[in-house]
């Protein structure tokens, strides 16, 4: 089944604790992100890559770090977790045609991080 | 900057009446324009794209230069309808290409 994976989907940690959050896709897209999504302010991106080793910095990086190493796999890093990022992250894929970004994103089913 | 803005972040309509969610942007270019939307326990997903100028699960959203607009529409609501549905704007700026979300709204249709 094609779709974006998302590991943990729930994790509560302590501020300070490094921790990653893995993201794989099995579609061979070469566009990823990942978005974070906080009460009354939707969806805000953090980091987006649009093929290997190509990565650039969305609207909120501060904090969070990505590699694209592999096609499939964007893993979205939290050096030193604070209780501000404490959210519901999302990350998604798409396809590129002709590379230029269609719009169409295929979401992951969301990781819901605490940090206490 | 880009900017997409839904001013309702809650919305409630009778089951059988029209529905409207509205989706307003700002950009100084020619945006794409996207519907997402979110069912209960189930992922973030694409509802419909202005350059399809379709009809997805009854609704539809045209897009209106003039008033800067992307509202969508669908003339019954049904119960399936209740999610969180997010418009999002798409820059075409080569090699840069942004999708920004707007806030969400979420739809509850009263049985």
């Known amino acids: 089944e094609a779709q974006v994976t998302q590991n943990p989907r729930y994790l509560i940690t302590v501020t300070g604790k490094k921790l990653t959050v893995t993201c794989s896709q099995n579609?061979?897209?070469?566009?990823m992100s990942w978005y974070r999504q906080d009460p009354g302010l939707g969806l805000r991106q953090i980091y987006y890559?649009?093929?290997?080793?190509?990565?650039d910095k969305g609207d909120v990086p501060e904090g969070y770090k990505v590699s694209r190493k592999e096609k499939r796999n964007f893993p979205l890093i939290l050096e030193s977790p604070s209780p501000n990022q404490t959210s519901l992250y999302f990350c998604?894929?798409?396809?590129?045609?002709?590379?230029?970004?269609?719009?169409?994103?295929?979401f992951g089913e969301g990781s819901r991080l605490t940090v206490l | 900057a880009q900017r997409v803005t839904q001013p309702e972040k809650l919305l409630s309509v009778f089951k059988g009446a029209p529905v409207e969610l509205k989706c307003n942007y700002s950009y100084s270019g020619s945006p794409e324009l996207f519907w997402y939307v979110q069912y209960s326990r189930q992922r973030l997903q694409l509802l419909l794209r202005?350059?399809s100028r379709e009809s997805i699960k009854g609704f539809t959203a045209d897009l209106n230069k003039g008033e800067t607009s992307f509202h969508l529409k669908k003339p019954f609501a049904q119960e399936e309808d209740s999610a969180m549905y997010y418009c999002?704007?798409?820059?075409?700026?080569?090699?840069?290409?942004?999708?920004?979300f707007g806030t969400g709204t979420r739809l509850t249709i009263i049985p």
């Open positions: 999002a704007l798409l820059s075409p700026n080569f090699g840069n290409e942004k999708l920004t």
């Open positions: 202005h350059i």
């Open positions: 890559s649009m093929n290997v080793e190509v990565t």
């Open positions: 579609m061979n897209h070469e566009y």
């Open positions: 998604a894929s798409s396809v590129l045609a002709e590379e230029h970004h269609t719009g169409e994103l295929f």
